[in-house]
C-alpha cells in the first residue's frame, strides 16, 4: 500500500492563501499522473488539479487562475497552492493518482474558508 498523506490545510479568510503538500515514499509520485480532489460535506469527491510526470497540468474551471499544482520528483510531493480562497473551497482535500486507486485514499486535510 502506498503511503498518501497530505498536510497543509487549515482555516483561512475569503481570499486568503494556503499551500498544500502530498508526500509518498519511493519512486511512486515520478512515474504517475498525480491530482488533487476535494469533497464537500454531502458532495461527491471531484477532481480539481491534475499533473503529469512531465508537469503538464489541467484545473478544473472552478478553480482555474487560482490555483496551481506542481510537483517536486526529488522530494516525491506534490503540492497544491491555493489563492484567492473563496468559502465554496471549504472542503477535506485528498491527493491521489489520476485516475484514482480506491486503496491509496488519505485522510486528507481539510480546508476551511470563512470569516
Known amino acids: 500500500q502506498v503511503p498518501l498523506v497530505e498536510s497543509g490545510g487549515g482555516l483561512v479568510q475569503p481570499g486568503g492563501s494556503l499551500r498544500l503538500s502530498c508526500a509518498a515514499s519511493?519512486?511512486?509520485?515520478?512515474?504517475?499522473?498525480m491530482g488533487w480532489y476535494r469533497q464537500a460535506p454531502g458532495k461527491q469527491r471531484d477532481l480539481v488539479a491534475r499533473?503529469?510526470?512531465?508537469?503538464?497540468?489541467t484545473y478544473a474551471e472552478s478553480v482555474k487562475g487560482r490555483f496551481t499544482i506542481s510537483r517536486d520528483n526529488a522530494e516525491n510531493t506534490v503540492h497544491l497552492q491555493m489563492s484567492s480562497l473563496k468559502p465554496e473551497d471549504t472542503a477535506v482535500y485528498y491527493c491521489?493518482?489520476?485516475?484514482?486507486?480506491?486503496?491509496?485514499w488519505g485522510r486528507g486535510t481539510q480546508v476551511t474558508v470563512s470569516s
Open positions: 499533473i503529469t510526470p512531465t508537469s503538464t497540468t
Open positions: 519511493g519512486m511512486f509520485m515520478r512515474i504517475n499522473v
Open positions: 491521489n493518482t489520476v485516475p484514482s486507486i480506491n486503496r491509496y
